[in-house]
């Protein structure tokens, strides 16, 4: 377990020292996000360049930028090449599946050790989401899953923005 534990924290600080997709995208054709932990300091700017539709779009690109620690920064370093070529709805599924794998149900106040089922598990792929099952070891530290969960719900924004408020 303790080996585990070591990987899980090699693969973070890997993305912490080498974070992927880093920089910025210009705005338009990219939407911009920013998200904010004021627990922690955590701030994370998210661009995002989707080729097509809300529905049937497909993320082309995506650049992170912030600062913070190193949870907050490797998780969205994670992200950022999780995303990239999957389809809009395909990035909405994984956010859910990243936030369930932090036992986040949207309901606040929840947060004792009461493993919740990780939803998944679905047959051939044994690691849906790969380094990204390296920031479940942060479950433990309350604190920590809003840095773990804020490039996330920072590029949640982003997809909400790309989704034309008005049919066309
Ligand atoms: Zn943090």
């Not at 497909?58 to 992200?79: L, N, Y």
């Not at 942060?138 to 490039?151: D, N």
Request: charged share 25%.
């Amino acid at each position: 377990m303790a080996g585990l534990e070591d990987l899980y924290r090699e693969i973070i600080l890997d993305h912490y020292r080498s974070p992927r997709n880093r920089g910025e995208l210009p705005v338009p054709p990219a939407v911009m996000a920013e998200g904010h932990n004021p627990l922690c300091g955590d701030e994370i700017t998210v661009y995002l360049d989707v080729d097509g539709g809300p529905d049937d779009g497909v993320v082309r690109d995506v650049k992170v930028a912030g600062q913070g620690c190193s949870i907050s920064q490797s998780s969205a370093s994670m992200m950022s090449q999780a995303v990239i070529g999957k389809t809009v709805p395909e990035v909405r599924a994984l956010v859910r599946r990243f936030k369930g794998l932090m036992s986040i149900e949207d309901a606040d106040g929840a947060g004792d050790g009461d493993a919740a089922a990780v939803p998944g598990a679905t047959g051939d792929d044994p690691h849906p989401l790969g380094d990204l099952e390296a920031l479940q070891g942060v479950v433990k530290f309350p604190v920590r899953i809003k840095c773990a969960t804020l490039a996330w719900n920072t590029l949640v924004q982003a997809l909400d923005q790309e989704a034309p408020a008005s049919g066309g």
